[in-house]
T-cell receptor
Framework: KQEVTQIPAALSVPEGENLVLNCSFT??????LQWFRQDPGKGLTSLLL?????REQTSGRLNASLDKSSGRSTLYIAASQPGDSATYLC???????????FGKGTRLSVIA | SAVISQKPSRDICQRGTSLTIQCQVD?????MFWYRQQPGQSLTLIAT?????????ESGFVIDKFPISRPNLTFSTLTVSNMSPEDSSIYLC?????????????FGSGTRLTVV
């Protein structure tokens, strides 16, 4: 059974700092991996999607990497801003139309 | 990618009553998924909604408590029945979205349910 772990559970950084969020999964036979952002009491916004054949994806200040063989992904946020404060969720899809398996998330606070 | 409209966005309900949550997708999707997110927790899959067949429920969730409808390829509902305070959560629907090279999942904006 696929399990997804995110470290750290919470992170507080000053504005402008670069930071890395970590995600690990137990079964390396994944179809893709997706990073989401969730603001308090809200739904999920997709940030980046990495297919199993890809090593990384970039969108603006965000960069996500994937090392499928070791079961790890990282989300790098450059020059953090207070507006980046949210919970970041990592989720993997194992095959076809199977549902996503989520980690518990990293709650990020960026202090101005 | 697909856009999912979910409603209501929030509700406060009396215990013992039922609430039906609706999700409308702007394109046809094969499967839709319903998740629950309890306070401070991550997402837990409730069931997979297939068009034209019964929903498939995860361990710990039953049809009598969470009946699901999927009348066509763009719409689904989840009902939370005979509610208790333990049902207070955010409920989210999701669909696999294919288009313009994107093969990920999109989510509705969530329904924040409080049972009193």
């Amino acid at each position: 059974k696929q399990e997804v772990t995110q470290i750290p559970a919470a992170l507080s950084v000053p504005e402008g700092e670069n930071l890395v969020l970590n995600c690990s999964f137990t079964d390396s036979a994944i179809y893709n991996l997706q990073w989401f952002r969730q603001d308090p009491g809200k739904g999920l916004t997709s940030l980046l999607l990495i297919q199993s054949s890809q090593r990384e994806q970039t969108s603006g200040r965000l960069n996500a990497s994937l090392d499928k063989s070791s079961g790890r992904s990282t989300l790098y946020i450059a020059a953090s801003q207070p507006g980046d404060s949210a919970t970041y969720l990592c989720a993997v899809k194992t095959a076809g139309n199977t549902p996503l398996v989520f980690g518990k998330g990293t709650r990020l606070s960026v202090i101005a | 990618s697909a856009v999912i409209s979910q409603k209501p966005s929030r509700d406060i309900c009396q215990r013992g009553t039922s609430l039906t949550i609706q999700c409308q997708v702007d394109s046809q999707v094969t499967m839709m998924f319903w998740y629950r997110q309890q306070p401070g927790q991550s997402l837990t899959l409730i069931a997979t909604a297939n068009q034209g067949s019964e929903a498939t429920y995860e361990s710990g969730f039953v049809i009598d408590k969470f009946p699901i409808s999927r009348p066509n390829l763009t719409f689904s509902t989840l009902t939370v029945s005979n509610m208790s305070p333990e049902d207070s959560s955010i409920y989210l629907c999701s669909a696999n979205s294919v288009g313009q090279g994107f093969y990920g999942y999109t989510f509705g904006s969530g329904t924040r349910l409080t049972v009193v």
